[in-house]
T-cell receptor, first 109, second 113 residues
Framework: QQPVQSPQAVILREGEDAVINCSSS?????VHWYRQKHGEAPVFLMI?????EQKGHEKISASFNEKKQQSSLYLTASQLSYSGTYFC??????????FGKGTRLSVIA | DGGITQSPKYLFRKEGQNVTLSCEQN?????MYWYRQDPGQGLRLIYY???????QKGDIAEGYSVSREKKESFPLTVTSAQKNPTAFYLC????????????FGAGSRLTVL
């Protein structure tokens, strides 16, 4: 079942922060985050494997609440290069990822 | 450099024609996947293969076919039975026994005229 992402779209000014949420109705083993620029392939950002785990990637970090079956992606001090569509992908185990519909992030000067 | 090569990048097809999209990887990954992307729909799994000569249907396999005769190659055929084939198609791979981190190809955009 497809995870639900929110918001669908967000517009930020440079330097502002944003949070993107991903929730699933199924128990999760892992949550993946990818970013896709228009017309390009998605690029892997990070993976979270344990409940309550938080990982960071420059000014982008994420948390995973296994109990609530939710993950959040945090973008701080956004830059123009952060623009794109962010997807979460979830898996209950050793099965292919199921992706959410994506969150379109636009960062403006 | 290792990676995934998809071809063609753009493809136009008339209704009723089959078309095959190529996907080749030199990452020595065991598993390969085909996803379809439509605006606002995210990525939906068409087929996947975890070993040579074996593959499984994904969520939207109807109207598509695949083969996995070699570890490096996983071509996707969009048949005339696919009702709405215009989309962006992404091929991906992962190594087996890992955490399923996907490496994607650059994609193929199919337009049915």
């Amino acid at each position: 079942q497809q995870p639900v992402q929110s918001p669908q779209a967000v517009i930020l000014r440079e330097g502002e922060d944003a949070v993107i949420n991903c929730s699933s109705s199924k128990a999760l083993y892992s949550v993946h985050w990818y970013r896709q620029k228009h017309g390009e392939a998605p690029v892997f950002l990070m993976i979270l494997l344990k409940g309550g785990e938080q990982k960071g990637h420059e000014k982008i970090s994420a948390s995973f609440n296994e109990k609530k079956q939710q993950s959040s992606l945090y973008l701080t001090a956004s830059q123009l290069s952060y623009s794109g569509t962010y997807f979460c992908g979830t898996s209950p185990g050793n099965t292919p990822l199921v992706f959410g519909k994506g969150t379109r992030l636009s960062v403006i000067a | 450099d290792g990676g995934i090569t998809q071809s063609p990048k753009y493809l136009f097809r008339k209704e009723g024609q089959n078309v095959t999209l190529s996907c080749e990887q030199n990452l020595n990954h065991d598993a390969m996947y085909w996803y379809r992307q439509d605006p606002g729909q995210g990525l939906r799994l068409i087929y996947y293969s975890q070993i040579v000569n074996d593959f499984q249907k994904g969520d939207i396999a109807e109207g598509y076919s695949v083969s996995r005769e070699k570890k490096e190659s996983f071509p996707l055929t969009v048949t005339s039975a696919q009702k709405n084939p215009t989309a962006f198609y992404l091929c991906a791979s992962t190594r087996s026994g890992g955490t399923n981190v996907l490496t994607f190809g650059a994609g193929s955009r199919l337009t049915v005229l």
